[in-house]
Nanobody
Framework: VQLQASGGGLVQAGGSLRLSCAAS????????MGWYRQAPGKQRELVAA???????NYADSVKGRFTISRDNAKNTVTLQMNSLKPEDTAVYYC?????????????????WGQGTLVTVSS
């Protein structure tokens, strides 16, 4: 299974970016899809996750600013990031859990994308 992420870049505070991730390969089932991020010197953080049924979960720090969505037919997940802040600067990783929920601890089998850098300037 391969995850191809795209959409990172440099944006000014208050701006928007859209991250996308497509899963391909021998995929029999996907439970949760989501995004983690890791900033320099900080622990990895679960930013947002979405179940196959469309239920969503967000980190408190991004609630009201970020929106996660997915296309089950295409095995894609998208993270729309609005009102970006400098503290959102991090490498963002697409993650797919074939059989379990995505958790902050990232436990269980998870397929990972290559990471895409988001930089928000003040």
């Amino acid at each position: 299974v391969q995850l191809q992420a795209s959409g990172g870049g440099l944006v000014q505070a208050g701006g928007s970016l859209r991250l996308s991730c497509a899963a391909s390969g021998s995929i029999f089932s996907i439970n949760d899809m989501g995004w983690y991020r890791q900033a320099p010197g900080k622990q990895r953080e679960l930013v947002a996750a979405i179940t196959s049924g469309g239920s969503t979960n967000y980190a408190d720090s991004v609630k009201g600013r970020f929106t996660i969505s997915r296309d089950n037919a295409k095995n894609t997940v998208t993270l729309q990031m609005n009102s970006l802040k400098p503290e959102d600067t991090a490498v963002y990783y697409c993650a797919v859990a074939p059989t379990r929920r995505l958790t902050p601890q990232a436990m269980g089998v998870i397929w990972w994308g290559q990471g895409t850098l988001v930089t928000v300037s003040s």
